[in-house]
């Protein structure tokens, strides 16, 4: 029988990776109805107008879900899905406010999760999605170190090895 532990909270200098919590949803709510993120996520639409709702669905989507906190002002999400215990997860990163993005939060958030799930050895691999018109997200993911391993449907599939040492 394998025992999963995942990691609670994860820190890195003045960026804190925490369990998402219920008053977390108002703020993710916003952010996920706006325009450029909806756009990059290939929604037209707004999620849901409940807090309530997007709580729900990210903690039964997220397993395990991230609220990131720089200096103690909330700036993103990071989590996992489709998770296979020692295997592979796929990762969802977001940083909502538009004043925190290309400042190298992003990168810091993922290399704290990555270092959290290879410590607790939780997945060997990483997979991302992106859409193919999403330069920006590519951009990121490669620098990053991610691969591109398909496309199906306009969405790219980009996978990154964790045996690599951070």
């Known amino acids: 029988m394998l025992f999963l ?15 998402l919590r219920m008053s977390d949803s108002p703020f993710i709510l916003r952010g996920l109805n706006d325009g450029a993120i909806l756009k990059a996520s290939g929604l037209s639409r707004p999620v849901a107008s409940s807090w309530f709702f997007v709580w729900w669905w990210m903690k039964k989507t997220f397993t ?14 990071i989590g996992l899905y489709n998770l296979i215990p020692g295997k ?3 990762m969802s990163l977001v940083i909502f406010d538009d004043n925190f993005r290309r400042m190298g939060y992003g990168t810091r958030a993922f290399n704290i999760c990555a270092q959290g799930m290879q410590r607790h050895s939780v997945v060997k691999e ?3 999605k992106v859409k193919a018109d ?3 997200a590519l951009s ?3 620098k990053l170190g991610f691969v591109e391993a ?5 969405i790219i599939s980009m996978s990154m090895d964790l045996s690599r040492s951070y």
């Open 5 to 19: 532990r995942i990691p609670g909270y994860m820190e890195g200098g003045n960026l804190r990776l925490r369990p």
């Open 64 to 77: 395990p879900s991230y609220f990131i906190e720089c200096d103690s002002k909330q700036i993103g999400f």
């Open 88 to 90: 592979s997860a796929e």
């Open 126 to 128: 990483i997979i991302v």
């Open 134 to 136: 999403n330069h920006g």
């Open 140 to 142: 990121f993911w490669r």
């Open 150 to 154: 398909g496309i199906l449907d306009d």
